[in-house]
């Protein structure tokens, strides 16, 4: 992603999904982990609404999940400047895309708990990169 573009695209698609929180003032790479951390906390509300019976909640968490994941982490890639890396994190988010999908339709805990995990890793590859670029 490139300059100001990348960092409109990214702040519309935050923006876009609902999850509010300094997002104008975020740089690119906080905005992304911002995404992972919406989804993150989407797909544990689901999780709840799910132990609780309540459906129609739980499939509203994972809907906000879902485009968190489409809209925002998978729309923020860039195939040209990203190359191989960013095929690979695309196929990832088609994957848990299509985990929380499944875990919609068949209240599947096991399919949250994996697509959690892979959020997680993803996640915590981002901030790294963000504290070693920081010098943190």
């Known amino acids: ?12 698609a935050y923006a876009k999904v ?14 992304i982990v911002m995404l ?6 989407s797909i544990r509300a689901a999780r709840l609404h799910l132990s609780e019976g309540n ?4 499939g509203k968490a994972i809907s ?8 925002g982490l998978l729309a923020a890639l860039d195939a040209e400047q990203g190359g191989e890396v960013a095929e690979r994190l695309a196929s990832l988010y088609d994957y ?3 985990l929380l999908l499944t875990a919609n339709l068949h ?11 892979l959020l997680e890793d993803i996640g ?13």
Not at 55 to 58: M, N, Q
Not at 107 to 117: C, G, P, T
């Open 96 to 98: 848990i895309a299509r």
């Open 1 to 12: 992603m490139r300059g100001a573009a990348a960092y409109s695209r990214g702040a519309g």
């Open 107 to 117: 209240n599947d805990e096991k399919s949250l708990d994996e697509a959690v995990h």
């Open 18 to 31: 609902g999850v509010e929180s300094g997002v104008m003032s975020a740089s690119p790479h906080q905005l």
């Open 55 to 58: 459906i129609p909640a739980k």
């Open 36 to 41: 992972f951390d919406g989804a993150l906390t």
């Open 124 to 136: 915590s590859a981002w901030r790294e990169i963000g504290s070693q670029a920081s010098g943190v």
């Open 64 to 71: 906000k999940a879902l485009d968190i994941v489409n809209n």
